[in-house]
């Protein structure tokens, strides 16, 4: 069975930093594309970065680009999210994915995790 499990959200004050995880299991975990999406109440899910299964290159969204990174650690079978100079627009419950092609759409991914809190206070 396969499982995607975030963590590290959580309140944290503007300019401040946060470091998501994301535990995968059940997967083929370095044939992958992982990725990172948000979405914020009453807005569509929004793409943040992705990074491809062997972990060389990375896109990230326009709207975190600078001051996200989006990373993976094969051996350990985890994505990770490192998040800094946050702003209250980011905002969202973040979710990790994986799906078998490179993509900024969420309907491209086959699997996803339930989804861990970011809000920043301004």
């Known amino acids: 069975q396969t499982q995607l499990v975030e963590s590290g959200g959580g309140l944290v004050q503007a300019g401040g930093s946060l470091r998501l995880s994301c535990a995968a299991s059940?997967?083929?975990?370095?044939?992958?594309?992982l990725a990172w999406f948000r979405q914020a109440p009453g807005k569509e899910r929004e793409f943040v970065a992705v990074?491809?299964?062997?972990?060389?290159?990375?896109t990230h969204g326009n709207s975190v680009k600078g001051r996200f990174t989006i990373s993976k650690d094969n051996a350990k079978n985890t994505l990770y999210l490192q998040m800094n100079s946050l702003k209250a627009e980011d905002t969202a419950v973040y979710y990790c994915?994986?799906?078998?092609?490179?993509?900024?759409?969420?309907?491209?991914?086959?699997?996803w995790g339930q989804g861990t809190q970011v809000t920043v206070s301004s």
């Open positions: 994915a994986a799906g078998r092609s490179i993509s900024t759409k969420s309907t491209d991914y086959n699997y």
């Open positions: 059940g997967i083929a975990f370095n044939r992958y594309f």
């Open positions: 990074i491809t299964s062997n972990g060389m290159a990375t």
